[in-house]
């Protein structure tokens, strides 16, 4: 795949996400899906394999209540990353933890497939999911 394909990969992830489309989701996603979260702790959540990091999406999708993911910026970065700054809307649980957020997300496409992702986020982000998670 060349830049602009990777890009267009990426963007479509994004999309299947939008809709709720899981196959169309997990089709883009290598086996050997690695899924990396870091916050501001430095301290990154891992998932590896695709089934991990599925139970991870579907479990935060659960969780966050409503939500929508918009792109603001993406870019390729040499033959195999793609970098995504998006804005994350989402109402947790309770309402005063509602929020929008900025994050970077990495992704590392390889013969068609995402690899690797890498999300960065911020601290109060992370705080707000650890608590819809526990």
Known sequence: MTDPDNVALVRLGFEYVRRGDV????????????????????????????????????????????????IVDIRPAGAELVIVHARIQFASRSPEESRTTDYVAVYRVR?????????????ATQRMLDRAWS
């Not at 169309?24 to 050997?32: K, Q, R, T």
């Not at 301290?43 to 695709?50: M, N």
């Not at 013969?111 to 601290?123: A, H, L, P, Q």
């Open 111 to 123: 013969d068609g497939r995402v690899v690797s992702c890498c999300d960065f986020i911020d601290s």
């Open 23 to 70: 196959a169309g989701m997990l089709s883009l996603w290598d086996e050997n899906l690695d899924y990396y979260g870091f916050d501001a702790s430095g301290l990154p959540v891992e998932y590896h394999g695709r089934d991990e990091a599925l139970e991870m999406v579907t479990t935060g999708e659960k969780l966050v209540g409503d939500h929508s993911y918009d």
